[in-house]
């Protein structure tokens, strides 16, 4: 049997409906922005593999790193112990991140940075003696799919099965010029209770592509803190360069209490996740009582390998020719971004630093859904092209060695499908 065969024996996929999805693509090695099948057909990766992968698939330095460090240490539980890649890899992070990140918490992906982000916050006021227990999200928002990162995501068809089971959240529309003013006053009504705001900076990623002003988010967070309320920025997605800058949070002049980190964080080599915080936060967790510990930990929190893939990949995000790629795939997109805005089968075209996002119109409310987006992904694979469209947003979010050949290739085969699919 071949691969396919075999994994549609033994596997589930996931945000996968088995009955009806397409076969598999086997794919059986990756280099640079490129995956290749077990046909040898070759796909560019221009999803970068779920956002993760920042600098290509088998990068040498990565995997040299990751090579070495198995030949050293490939596992120590951190309660109790540390060891050097933990150290170095929380001294760098801190060292590019704002000044007023103190700490580094270790998980294991981007759900369980910001499950240690909501627990941070509650506790943090229960140490206190505050009961302060809601949380503020936006509407539509994502931040993973364990049980306390799906709470404070906007309900949808995705959560509907665990609504009854979720905690009780506030939800805000994204803020904007005309209800600003809303948003704020929303906050002080309810600052008594409220211990945290909870948002994903500038970009709503799985919402599909989402944008909004890095102003109004900077004027939300200082409303927040004026009025005693922790915020949290969830840089799962946005981290590492995606927004054109090394962190969303860059755009703004207010600083989170709490910043959330994994996908780009490892150079999509292996899972890690972290959650930093500041030190007010984590000296309210310090104490002669017991009982005031953050009890959140993994088996494998702060695995040595996992580390050692994470300072590699900064090895490379920090070099000036990553910059410099990150400036000319946002010029690019910005370019054709322009050139196909008035194309009238597309609702909206936005774009981000890396993040270009093409909304197609459907004619229908349920967008998510709509038949188009298995039409679009079978006409961009069989081009070579992975695009895995959010619904009807179509959206390229390549690694930074893109070519730009490549990105040419890309845009006309979007043209050439605006031009062959649809009215």
Not at 141 to 150: E, L, P
Not at 188 to 212: D, T, W
Request: hydrophobic letters at 40%; one cysteine or more.
């Amino acid at each position: 049997m071949g691969l396919v065969e075999r994994d549609q024996k033994v596997i589930w996929h996931p945000y996968t409906q088995m009955k009806t999805a397409l076969p598999p693509v086997p794919i059986v090695r990756g280099e640079g922005a490129y995956l290749f099948a077990e046909d040898g057909t070759k796909y560019i990766d221009a999803v970068s593999s779920w956002w993760t992968n920042i600098h290509g698939h088998a990068h040498p330095h990565i995997a040299q790193k990751v090579a070495d460090q198995l030949k050293q240490l490939e596992h120590v539980i951190f309660a109790g112990f540390t060891h050097p890649t933990a150290i170095e890899l929380a001294e760098r992070l801190l060292a590019i991140l704002p000044d007023n990140q103190q700490k580094v918490f270790y998980s294991d992906n981007g759900s369980t940075a910001v499950e240690v982000a909501i627990k941070m916050c509650l506790q943090y006021w229960h140490n206190r003696g505050l009961k302060k227990n809601k949380i503020l999200a936006f509407n539509n928002a994502y931040h993973g799919d364990t049980f306390g990162a799906m709470a404070v995501s906007g309900r949808s068809a995705f959560t509907a099965a665990f609504d009854s089971l979720l905690f009780e959240v506030e939800f805000i529309d994204l803020p904007n010029e005309s209800n600003i003013s809303n948003l704020k006053s929303y906050i002080s009504n309810l600052k008594s209770q409220l211990a945290c705001f909870i948002f994903e900076p500038l970009v709503q990623g799985s919402a599909g592509m989402i944008m909004y002003e890095a102003k109004y988010l900077n004027e939300l967070m200082l409303h927040c803190r004026q009025e005693g309320v922790l915020t949290i920025d969830d840089e799962v997605f946005t981290g590492f360069g995606r927004t054109g800058k090394p962190f969303a949070c860059n755009h703004v002049d207010e600083k989170p209490d709490i910043m959330c980190f994994s996908k780009g964080l490892t150079g999509g080599t292996m899972a890690l996740g972290v959650t930093t915080c500041t030190k007010q936060i984590f000296e309210a967790f310090l104490s002669d009582d017991k009982l005031k510990t953050l009890f959140h930990g993994h088996s494998f929190t702060a695995n040595p390998i996992a580390c050692s893939s994470a300072l590699a990949s900064m090895d490379i995000f920090l070099e000036e020719h990553t910059n410099a790629s990150i400036k000319r795939i946002s010029e690019q997109h910005a370019a054709f971004a322009d050139k196909i805005r008035d194309n009238p089968k597309l609702k909206n075209v936005r774009q981000t630093g890396t993040i270009l996002a093409l909304e197609w119109h459907t004619g229908s409310n349920t967008s998510y859904f709509s038949s188009l987006r298995d039409v679009l992904y079978r006409y961009f694979l069989d081009a070579g092209i992975i695009l895995r469209p959010l619904g009807n947003v179509v959206y390229i979010l390549p690694p930074y060695c893109i070519s730009n050949a490549d990105l040419e290739y890309i845009y006309s085969k979007i043209e050439q499908a605006l031009v062959e699919i649809g009215d």
